[in-house]
């Protein structure tokens, strides 16, 4: 089952967040990850500084609905020897500049979004390499152009 602009996402935080563009595709053996800018109608009532916001989602057959991992997900702030990044294959930017990194890590099944980043890092590096290589596909975000096959779980 697809996801689409339009599309109603279950999230605990709002009875009415709908999906506004899908960024990007992330296939693995289990199931379709779909990174999106989704719109949340009730930001005063959680205090959020945004109506927008990105996520990544899947659609379970009955519902869209948000990824929930069994353990503490990674992340570029705590990053440590214990997790292993396995791409970074795209960026969105919001209109405030604020950049957020599309991250596979490896033993976990979907994607994060990331904002803390370590520039130093040798994936970003060679993340805007890649980007600013010529002929290449990769831009900050494509809508479902970008799929990602993922090679771990």
Not at 40 to 56: E, M, Q
Not at 108 to 123: L, R, V
Request: a negative charge; charged letters at 20%.
């Amino acid at each position: 089952m697809s996801v689409y602009a339009g599309d109603i996402i279950n999230v605990p935080w709002s009875s009415r967040s709908t999906v506004l563009e899908v960024l990007f595709l992330v296939q693995t053996a289990d199931r379709d990850f779909y990174g999106v800018l989704y719109s949340n109608p009730d930001p005063l009532k959680w205090d959020w500084p945004s109506p927008t916001g990105i996520a990544w989602v899947y659609h379970d057959g009955l519902q869209i609905r948000t990824w929930q991992e069994a353990g503490q997900k990674p992340s570029f702030t705590d990053y440590s020897s214990d997790f292993e990044i396995e791409q970074i294959f795209g960026h969105y930017e919001n209109a405030e500049g604020h950049v957020s990194y599309a991250v596979k890590w490896v033993g976990y099944a979907c994607p994060t979004w990331e904002s803390d980043i370590n520039y130093s890092c040798k994936h970003v590096a060679d993340y805007h390499r890649r980007l600013s290589a010529p002929g290449s596909a990769l831009t900050h975000y494509q809508p479902c152009v970008e799929v990602v096959t993922a090679t771990t779980v």
